[in-house]
């Protein structure tokens, strides 16, 4: 096997093109072998064999920098870059991550997991570069859905200002993990898909060649006719009038044509974009048959393409999907707006029910936001549906277009808490931070899917303004769904255990279930705290905190999101806000570090969300003597 002989990029450049061939042959059956067992983002790597193989071989890194954009696509990089012997760990705890990671390899000199980030990257270092006077090359390779992204333009507008010396690689497989959607998707579909535009291309530019520049009024006339013919026939003109030297669309399976494409690239001055088509799931029938579903999924039989366990969507995920069917039935206001996942926010089914709304913007969270809060204000009851971590992209948007004009926009937020094997750029773990600090905003969090059916039903009767609920990414809690959905009185917390002298208030299922753990463990001390179903984290159960400090209770908060300007600290506040001094409360969720790839149980554990933390944090509130004592509390 060629493969075993690879061990950094340097051994590829000992082979031949056959060579090369015959080891991208052997570099997908890896991949699919592996990946049989770890799972992971298969059809996007599968895409990008032979481009990684043509970086490698024609590139010098990590001289020449690579920067990946999303980075789930790096698996070929990180075969080629002395790592293929940890791929049995791929986005398993502490084992090797599934974006780029500059603690792996002095190769990875970029990391990501949003997208649309790598445009951005790649200018900050040729500028860099330029300053210092070095004079490696820079190397963007983003997809067709990152380059939806708003940042992706901002950056492209930026780099053919400037006209630094980079190469952007359009990595074109007409998928985002969806269908790819937008403008920019059909041009490139129109330069993809014309022949003629590449037939005529040759002669037209070889007879713009032969306008003789001429002097005096008719030049102007004859340049205006250059660029309208130019537009007519060159293809990637869009990208040429933005400064970059554009070339393709070349195959981006075909070894020959990527060398001898970079190779005419090379020779360019300043920004040069090469357009790549590619197939994403390439060389494995199942994932190409079916990319969204191979875009990212869990193990598998490679001979049946049937992954080993059929796990539908998230629970939440699917429940939020069908309530919202339910509601729209009798809503035709309701709008479902989603930047570029509506597989994975549960969409689908909406879609399929109501054409025309469900909108896919994209991977634009920012324009998704700002579109809700219009679509509000023109009478419509949008819901904008986004991972935790994704939405992060539209903080602004959120305070200044949404809460701001006070828009009636429901925020349905996805993968709330650990996310588990993408790790810490996917950890939905700060939205409770970030969002309860805002005016106008109502945030909620259901203690199981029957509950967020409920909240649902609230925030779609809800018109004073921004209303979002957050929830995890979790498979198969399983309670009995009511028929009747109630609105539940905002700011109404629930006592789902009795007890006393504690109280764990305690938000989410996850939390509610460490809670309960806990309270079994105590049960030997003689400690019976009570538990709080802490279902809204903005605004607070304001009576029933006061209640709890008159009762005498100490309190703990449990929140999976960062403990810092969390849950936790919203309950601090309130108190020290009313000049209530002698209530203790302890605030128990996620510190103050980016908590790495593992399953969300390891995860937790990590962190000290566990039952036995909740123990020893609630003995420690005992009065010292007691603890001294060893005497159980009164
Ligand atoms: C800001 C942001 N929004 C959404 C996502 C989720 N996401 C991950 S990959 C992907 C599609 C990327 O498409 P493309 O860039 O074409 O790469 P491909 O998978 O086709 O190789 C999306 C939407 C993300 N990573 N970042
Ligand atoms: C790479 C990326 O950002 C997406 O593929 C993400 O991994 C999807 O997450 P879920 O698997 O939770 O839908
Ligand atoms: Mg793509």
């Known amino acids: 096997m060629l493969l075993n002989q690879i061990n950094s990029p340097a051994d590829l450049k000992k082979l031949s093109v056959p060579q090369l061939e015959t080891l991208a042959e052997e570099i997908r059956g890896f991949l699919i072998e592996k990946l049989s067992i770890t799972g992971g983002h298969l059809a996007p790597n599968l895409g990008v064999v032979e481009l990684t193989l043509a970086l490698h071989y024609l590139f010098d890194s990590p001289k020449d920098k690579f920067i990946f954009d999303v980075g789930h696509q790096s698996y070929v990089h990180k075969i080629l870059t002395g790592r293929k012997g940890r791929f049995d760990t791929l986005r398993k705890y502490k084992g090797l991550c599934g974006f780029v990671k500059m603690s792996e390899s002095e190769h990875d000199v970029w990391e990501a997991g949003h997208s649309s980030t790598s445009l951005s990257a790649a200018m900050g270092m040729a500028i860099a570069r330029d300053l210092k006077g070095e004079d490696n090359k820079i190397v963007a390779i983003i997809g067709d859905g990152a380059l939806t992204g708003g940042m992706a333009l901002e950056a492209m507008n930026h780099i053919g200002h400037e006209r630094k010396n980079m190469t952007v690689i359009l990595n074109d497989n007409e998928m985002s993990i969806a269908p790819n959607v937008g403008a920019l998707h059909n041009y490139l579909n129109k330069i993809r898909t014309d022949k003629h535009y590449n037939k005529v291309k040759e002669e037209f530019e070889h007879l713009l060649k032969k306008i003789p520049a001429i002097g005096g009024t008719l030049a102007k006339t004859a340049e205006r006719l250059k660029d309208s013919l130019k537009y007519l026939v060159v293809t990637g003109v869009w990208f040429e009038e933005l400064g970059f030297k554009y070339f393709g669309p070349v ?79 009798k809503d035709e206001r309701i709008v479902a707006v989603t930047p570029a996942m509506p597989k994975g926010s549960g969409l689908e089914k909406f879609a399929d029910a109501f054409p025309g709304r469900m909108l896919d913007v994209g991977i634009a969270e920012q324009h998704a936001a700002t579109l809700c809060a219009a679509l509000s204000l023109e009478g419509m009851k949008p819901v904008f549906a986004v991972y935790s971590t994704f939405m992060q992209r539209a903080y602004d948007q959120i305070v200044h277009d949404i809460c701001r004009q006070n828009t009636n926009v429901v925020f349905a937020i996805d993968r709330a808490g650990f996310v588990g094997a993408d790790g810490e750029t996917h950890q939905g773990v700060y939205d409770i931070a970030f969002m309860r600090s805002i005016p106008n905003m109502v945030l909620m969090m259901p203690k199981d899917e029957n509950e967020l059916r409920h909240m649902m039903k609230t925030a779609f009767d809800y018109n004073e303004g921004p209303i979002a609920v957050r929830y995890p990414r979790l498979n198969g809690v399983g309670v009995k769904m009511d028929e009747e959905l109630k609105p539940i009185p905002i700011g109404s917390w629930e006592t789902v255990r009795e007890g006393e002298k504690f109280a764990i208030l305690a938000s989410g299922a996850p939390m509610l279930e460490l809670a309960a753990s806990a309270a079994e463990l105590l049960k030997s001390d003689g400690i019976n705290p009570r538990i709080v179903n802490a279902r809204f984290l903005k605004p607070l159960d304001e009576n029933m ?59 937790r554990q990590e962190v000290g969300l566990t039952p036995e933390r909740i123990v020893t944090e609630m003995k420690a509130m005992l009065p010292r003597k007691r603890q001294a004592a060893g005497l159980k509390s009164r």
């Open 545 to 603: 905190l006061i209640g709890l400090y008159e009762d005498g209770y100490h309190l703990l908060t449990l929140e999976e999101g960062a403990v810092l300007g969390g849950f936790g600290s919203a309950v601090l506040e309130f108190y020290a806000s009313r000049g209530i001094y002698g209530v203790k409360v302890k605030p128990i969720g996620i510190p103050d570090y980016f908590v790495e790839h593992g399953s969300p149980k390891e995860q």
């Open 251 to 329: 195959d981006g399976h075909n070894l020959t044509q990527l060398f001898e494409t970079f190779k005419q690239a090379e020779k360019v001055n300043g920004p040069v974009l090469i357009h790549v088509i590619t197939v994403k799931g390439k060389g494995y029938l199942p994932a190409e048959a079916d990319s969204h579903a191979w875009h990212g999924g869990g193990p598998y039989k490679i001979e049946s393409g049937q992954f080993v366990k059929v796990v539908g969507p998230p629970v939440y995920t699917d429940v939020f999907g069908n309530t919202l069917i339910e509601l729209a039935e």
